[in-house]
Antibody, heavy 124, light 107 residues
């Protein structure tokens, strides 16, 4: 059964770079997209971006200028970097596997495996 | 971007009762919609995709319907483990977006 293990620094100062990594254990890395989602304290979910095994990415335009998602297929890992962080970037960051299926002219896309989340706090 | 609006913000329901949660998209998204459940301190978990297809292992008391801009998630008989926050999610266009969530609480 696939599990996602995520890690990275939890406390940052303003203007620093957030860096998180998500490791994929027990399953295939190719054939999926791998996504990052965040959740500010007490608030809802925000999609950050995604990448597939060949490095094709999609980003949320609201964050695109500061965000980079990368992949290391040799380690079955993918990473998130957010530069120039502010207090507004304080959130729980989740990594997730994205499964896509095309069936009978319909396209299905869903995040079916999630990491446990990493709390990132930005404070001076 | 497509704005997803969920209602109500909070739904108070007694165990065993039926709960219906609504989600509206700011433009047509066909059936490109999923539902996620999140319990306190946990990551979200997938319930429904394609507006009405239950994910593997999801109990049959959860059902989804709708297309275009109007969607609903129904829990036919609420169990204690169903009290949580529910999010709808559109994948018709990038950026993917979520609704703000509906909290289902014990009445």
């Amino acid at each position: 059964q696939v599990q996602l293990q995520q890690w990275g620094a939890g406390l940052l100062k303003p203007s620093e770079t957030l860096s998180l990594t998500c490791g994929v254990n027990g399953g295939s890395f190719s054939g999926y997209y791998w996504s990052w989602i965040r959740q500010p304290p007490g608030k809802g979910l925000e999609w950050i971006g995604e990448i597939n095994h060949s490095g094709s990415t999609n980003y949320n335009p609201s964050l695109k200028s500061r965000v980079t998602v990368s992949v290391d297929t040799s380690k079955n890992q993918f990473s998130l970097k957010v530069k120039s962080v502010t207090a507004a970037d304080t959130a729980v960051y989740y990594c997730a596997r994205v499964t896509t299926v095309t069936l009978n002219y319909y396209y299905f896309y869903y995040m079916d495996v999630w990491g446990l989340g990493t709390t990132v706090t930005v404070s001076s | 971007e497509i704005v997803m609006t969920q209602s109500p913000a909070t739904l108070s329901v007694s165990p065993g009762e039926r709960a219906t949660l609504s989600c509206r998209a700011s433009e047509s998204i066909s059936i490109n919609l999923g539902w996620y459940q999140q319990k306190p301190g946990q990551a979200p978990s997938l319930l429904i995709y394609g507006a009405s297809t239950r994910a593997s292992g999801v109990p049959v008391r959860f059902s989804g319907n709708g297309s275009g801009t109007e969607f609903a998630l129904t829990i036919s008989s609420l169990q204690s483990e169903d009290f949580a926050i529910y999010y709808c999610h559109q994948y018709n266009k990038w950026p993917r977006t979520f609704g703000q969530g509906t909290k289902v609480e014990i009445k």
